[in-house]
């Protein structure tokens, strides 16, 4: 005789072992922090490019190359970059997985996500750590005041 389906009304509750691991739990986590942490630094970044200088009309490549020409604001940049597209990624990935039925869908349009995260992370990594504010061949009389101070 092999066991009911449906236990009886009155009997107790067991909890099943599940193997499973906490990922979703901590995919949960990590928008919660990573989204404050967004916060403060897109309000630091809209500030110091903002309204600490001379507003919207002083941000031109100059401004980003001597913003660029210190390491410690290509690292805040970095980070924004990493964190902004691994949250929004998450986000998208929790997306999928609540309205995808298909299996297949499923795993087409996450293949498309995790593609679209490493182009975007890689590219713009090696943006902003092989930016050139003085490249061979660039137009001297655009550049020319801002190379001399470097």
């Known amino acids: ?5 449906i236990t009886a009304p009155r009997s107790p509750y067991a909890r099943r072992k599940t193997t499973r691991g906490n990922f979703e739990l901590y995919g949960w986590v990590f928008m919660r922090i990573s989204g ?6 897109i ?4 500030f110091v490019n903002l309204l600490a200088g001379e507003g919207i009309k002083a941000i031109d490549f100059a401004f980003v190359a001597g913003k660029w020409a210190s390491l410690p604001w290509r690292i ?5 970059l990493w964190l902004a597209m691994m949250h929004g990624t ?5 997306i999928i997985n609540d309205y995808a039925e298909k299996d297949r869908t499923r795993g087409v349009l996450k293949v498309l996500l995790y593609s679209a995260f490493v182009i975007v992370v890689v590219t713009g990594t090696l943006v902003i750590f092989t930016f050139d504010p003085c490249p061979a061949g660039a137009d ?9 101070q470097l």
Request: charged share 10%; proline share 6%; aromatic share 6%.
């Open 76 to 80: 805040v940049d970095l980070i924004m």
């Open 90 to 94: 998450n986000g998208v990935r929790t």
């Open 36 to 41: 404050v942490v967004l916060v403060a630094l």
């Open 1 to 5: 005789m092999s066991t009911p389906l």
């Open 140 to 148: 001297p009389a655009l550049l020319a005041n801002f190379c001399k």
């Open 43 to 46: 309000f630091t970044h809209l």
